[in-house]
């Protein structure tokens, strides 16, 4: 079966329904040896769109490497973020430098999309000079490289609500990659970005619909067990999403979410980060099952409105089968604050 493609919002742009995002097509995973499997077998498969950044380690170079001359069968985003440190988003020169080294990295002569990496926070990247209208150096630098060629569409990508809805309310931006907020669990961005976005024509693509590996596999034992982090509300709902997989014939959780995110008509496209050949398999498996029934759909709904909004204490990715206070996920805490991941 072809892989599906959709629109991606008024760019005229056509993306496959499943997209490569790029955090493991670099040291973080496999390398270029296995990137370079991973991008064949994607193109194989039909898949055609890949998100990169500068703060995914060392994912563009490790793509440039891996393209083998088939840099220009994708659709490409990437961003501005992160790149040069110590990283000053008012600093108009570093930003095209910036531009201008992911053009390098990549070996290509133009970035389809380029997005603004965590224009929603302001304590990681203060990007704006006014929010009203929203100004900075990063404006007018997107407006040279666009007028310039080298890029052709711009975006934003980001983890918040509230601030990206008013992002996209100014009507800048072409895109919107939208993480950890529209899954089987997490619906947030259903109410007011998603509508937002699409009632301006914006191409809209989801992040982490697995979590980041919370939502990619079962946890049993450990949701059992209750880690303190989490709420009574969290492990019931939990526990009732395992126990639909159960009705269904044990479905690998990673596919039922995955095709969740395929039975929804309003992404363009959605985000997977396989750092293997065969998680890139299964996730294609997946999406030729199509959309899952009718039944299995509002089943997830009432799940999902067991816990429609996310408890305070609760950690952004849910650190399932994790010491989330351990030594490790302190060094993973170290490296989203600097950009790194």
Request: charged share 25%; no cysteine.
């Amino acid at each position: 079966m072809a892989m599906k493609s959709r629109p991606l919002g008024s760019t005229g742009l056509h993306v496959s329904e499943l997209a490569l995002g790029s955090l493991y097509t670099s040291s973080l995973g496999g390398g270029v040896e296995e990137s370079r499997r991973i991008l064949t077998a994607a193109r194989e498969a039909g898949i055609n769109y890949i998100d990169t950044a500068p703060a995914y380690g060392d994912s563009e170079a490790t793509l440039g490497e891996a393209w083998d001359g088939q840099q220009d069968a994708f659709v490409l985003s990437t961003k501005l973020g992160g790149r040069p440190q110590p990283f000053d988003p008012q600093d108009a020169a570093a930003l095209r430098g910036s531009v201008e080294e992911s053009l390098r990295l990549l070996k290509r002569e133009t970035i389809d999309i380029l997005m603004i990496h965590e224009p929603d926070r302001p304590l990681q990247y203060p990007w704006w000079t006014s929010y009203e209208p929203y100004a900075g150096p990063v404006l007018e630098v997107i407006d040279a490289l666009k007028s310039e060629g080298k890029i052709k569409h711009t975006g934003l990508g980001g983890t918040t609500v509230s601030e990206m809805t008013h992002l996209i309310r100014s009507g800048l931006f072409d895109v919107v990659l939208t993480a950890f907020n529209f899954n089987i669990l997490f619906r947030e961005a259903a109410a007011e970005l998603i509508p937002e976005a699409r009632s301006r024509g914006m191409g809209i693509v989801i992040g982490s619909v697995l979590g980041q590996g919370g939502l990619g596999r079962r946890y049993d034992d450990a949701v059992r067990e209750r880690p303190n982090w989490m709420s009574h509300d969290r492990q019931q709902q939990l526990l009732r999403l395992y126990a639909l997989l159960d009705q269904l014939d044990g479905m690998p959780l990673a596919e039922l979410g995955v095709r969740w995110a395929l039975s929804q008509e309003e992404p363009s496209s959605i985000l997977i980060g396989p750092k293997t050949v065969e998680q890139l398999e299964s996730s294609v498996v997946a999406a030729e099952r199509g959309s899952l029934p009718e039944d299995v759909l509002r089943e997830l709904d009432e799940i999902a409105a067991m816990l429609p909004n996310r408890p305070f204490e609760e950690p952004m990715i849910l650190p399932l089968g994790k010491d989330y206070r351990g030594p490790a996920m302190a060094n993973v805490g170290a490296a989203v604050k600097v950009g790194k991941l």
